[in-house]
C-alpha cells in the first residue's frame, strides 16, 4: 500500500557525511514506524536505526550509534538518515522499510516490517 523511494546515497571518502532520505507514499505516513537497514554483497541485512509515528522515540545499532540520526518529517512523508564520520564498513545498500503499527514504539527485526523501499548504494572509500 505504501511506497518508498530512498535517495541521497553516493560515493564519499572515509570521514565524510551523508544524509539519506525516504520519501513515502500511498499510506497514511504518521501511522508506520520506519527504520533503515543497509546490506553489503555477501552480507545479511542489517539494522541501522529505526523511529517510531510521533518520531519521538529512535533506536540505533551500536556500530552506528553516536555517529548517525535518524529523524521523520510526517508533514512531508519523508524520514532521514543522517550519517557522520563515515566509515570503509558503512558501504552498503541502504533501505528505507515501513510498518503499519498501533503503538509509538520501534522494531529493529527485518521480519517486522512489510514495506522496502528499492534502496541506495552508499560507497565509502579508505
Known amino acids: 500500500q505504501v511506497q518508498l523511494v530512498e535517495s541521497g546515497g553516493g560515493l564519499v571518502q572515509a570521514g565524510d557525511s551523508l544524509r539519506l532520505s525516504c520519501a513515502a507514499s500511498?499510506?497514511?505516513?504518521?501511522?508506520?514506524?520506519m527504520a533503515w537497514f543497509r546490506q553489503a554483497p555477501g552480507n545479511e541485512r542489517e539494522f541501522v536505526a529505526a523511529?517510531?509515528?510521533?518520531?519521538?522515540?529512535?533506536y540505533y545499532a551500536d556500530s552506528v550509534k553516536g555517529r548517525v540520526t535518524i529523524s521523520r518529517d510526517n508533514a512531508k512523508n519523508t524520514v532521514y538518515l543522517q550519517m557522520n564520520s563515515l566509515k570503509p564498513e558503512d558501504t552498503a545498500v541502504y533501505y528505507c522499510?515501513?510498518?503499519?503499527?498501533?503503538?509509538?514504539?520501534?522494531?529493529?527485526?527485518?521480519?517486522?516490517?512489510?514495506?522496502w523501499g528499492q534502496g541506495t548504494q552508499v560507497t565509502v572509500s579508505s
Open positions: 522499510a515501513a510498518r503499519s503499527v498501533n503503538a509509538d514504539a520501534v522494531w529493529t527485526k527485518t521480519m517486522y516490517y512489510n514495506y
Open positions: 500511498g499510506g497514511t505516513f504518521s501511522r508506520y514506524a
Open positions: 523511529i517510531s509515528w510521533s518520531g519521538r522515540n529512535a
